[in-house]
């Protein structure tokens, strides 16, 4: 009974005594809290995520077992190379959350992109023991399995991922890389001509339009591979790849003079890049070579 009246004393002091109520101060730390997370967000989405980093830490002061807290602070570590702080965050997130399949496979995906592929593996796996269905659990094995050199495996896992998820871009266009490193071109001209044709022509990426002019010009089809890599050429933030690989594709096709001018006209868009600059001394090379020999039967140099 002594017990009882205690406590009913030490709660109702405040009252009697006019004292600050300490739920009012929690309430102000809730809103204070709230106002952190909300800065935080904001400067995220602005780009400024040291801030951002700032202001989530204040936030998980006062709410240290928010799951969500945890993975903002974590994606704010991601955008500034932290990856080891990341991983952290998640992982405490992982555990407020019950182990979150989704969560799991983010993790993973973190320590994978840290260079850790066995414990990328072994969150793929509780990924999948919690989910069987997430196709990104499924896309995360196989990206571990790859690591290892198991293309066969890792495609078979990539495959399980579209069975759950038909339209996933990324999986599509590592279907169609592994399906071209066993030496099924045609099957990964398939694949990724089908990813292409998913969407309209502004909205096809850039790196699936390289992939399919590599496998038209592995199949002896210069002419189409052409016309891939000149609509990824076309655009405004052309990669300096994109146009080694058109004019790879002009060489092929018997056109070195437009093969050279696609280079010169690329160096001037990206003139540090070595790769460019490489590729255009090979080539004037290759047809001060020829020129020097004479045009066989016709003019090589259209």
């Given at each position: 009974?002594?017990?009882?009246?205690?406590?009913?004393?030490?709660?109702?002091?405040?009252?009697?005594?006019?004292?600050?109520?300490?739920?009012?101060?929690?309430?102000?730390?809730?809103?204070?809290?709230?106002?952190?997370?909300?800065?935080?967000?904001?400067?995220?989405?602005?780009?400024?995520?040291?801030?951002?980093?700032?202001?989530?830490?204040?936030?998980?002061?006062?709410?240290?077992?928010?799951?969500?807290?945890?993975?903002?602070?974590?994606?704010?570590?991601?955008?500034?190379?932290?990856?080891?702080?990341?991983?952290?965050?998640?992982?405490?997130?992982?555990?407020?959350?019950?182990?979150?399949?989704?969560?799991?496979?983010?993790?993973?995906?973190?320590?994978?992109?840290?260079?850790?592929?066995?414990?990328?593996?072994?969150?793929?796996?509780?990924?999948?023991?919690?989910?069987?269905?997430l196709p990104q659990a499924w896309a995360?094995?196989?990206?571990?399995?790859?690591?290892?050199?198991?293309?066969?495996?890792?495609?078979?896992?990539?495959?399980?991922?579209?069975?759950?998820?038909?339209?996933?871009?990324?999986?599509?266009?590592?279907?169609?890389?592994?399906?071209?490193?066993?030496?099924?071109?045609?099957?990964?001209?398939?694949?990724?001509?089908?990813?292409?044709?998913?969407?309209?022509?502004?909205?096809?990426?850039?790196?699936?339009?390289?992939?399919?002019?590599?496998?038209?010009?592995?199949?002896?089809?210069?002419?189409?591979?052409?016309?891939?890599?000149?609509?990824?050429?076309?655009?405004?933030?052309?990669?300096?790849?994109?146009?080694?690989?058109?004019?790879?594709?002009?060489?092929?096709?018997?056109?070195?003079?437009?093969?050279?001018?696609?280079?010169?006209?690329?160096?001037?868009?990206?003139?540090?890049?070595?790769?460019?600059?490489?590729?255009?001394?090979?080539?004037?090379?290759?047809?001060?070579?020829?020129?020097?020999?004479?045009?066989?039967?016709?003019?090589?140099?259209?």
């Amino acid at each position: 009974m002594l017990f009882f009246w205690l406590i009913a004393g030490a709660i109702a002091l405040p009252f009697l005594t006019g004292c600050s109520c300490p739920w009012k101060g929690a309430d102000l730390s809730v809103a204070q809290s709230n106002s952190w997370i909300q800065n935080g967000m904001a400067a995220a989405r602005a780009g400024r995520h040291h801030q951002a980093e700032e202001s989530l830490k204040q936030a998980i002061a006062v709410r240290p077992v928010d799951p969500v807290l945890r993975e903002h602070l974590a994606d704010s570590y991601v955008q500034q190379g932290k990856l080891q702080l990341a991983i952290e965050q998640l992982t405490y997130a992982v555990g407020q959350s019950e182990n979150d399949a989704e969560l799991l496979v983010k993790l993973g995906s973190l320590y994978l992109e840290n260079g850790q592929w066995i414990p990328a593996a072994q969150f793929a796996t509780l990924a999948l023991e919690t989910d069987r269905e997430l196709p990104q659990a499924w896309a995360l094995r196989a990206e571990t399995k790859l690591v290892k050199g198991q293309l066969s495996d890792a495609l078979a896992d990539y495959q399980r991922a579209l069975s759950h998820r038909s339209d996933y871009p990324e999986v599509q266009l590592k279907v169609a890389e592994v399906q071209q490193s066993l030496g099924r071109p045609l099957r990964a001209f398939s694949t990724v001509e089908k990813l292409l044709n998913q969407t309209s022509i502004e909205q096809q990426s850039e790196s699936a339009l390289l992939l399919a002019g590599r496998l038209l010009l592995e199949i002896s089809q210069p002419a189409q591979a052409i016309e891939k890599l000149q609509i990824a050429a076309a655009r405004e933030n052309a990669s300096a790849d994109c146009f080694v690989q058109l004019s790879n594709a002009q060489l092929a096709f018997g056109q070195p003079s437009q093969a050279r001018l696609t280079l010169v006209n690329a160096q001037n868009l990206h003139p540090d890049s070595a790769l460019i600059a490489s590729r255009l001394n090979d080539l004037q090379e290759n047809i001060q070579s020829v020129a020097s020999l004479g045009p066989p039967n016709g003019d090589l140099t259209r």
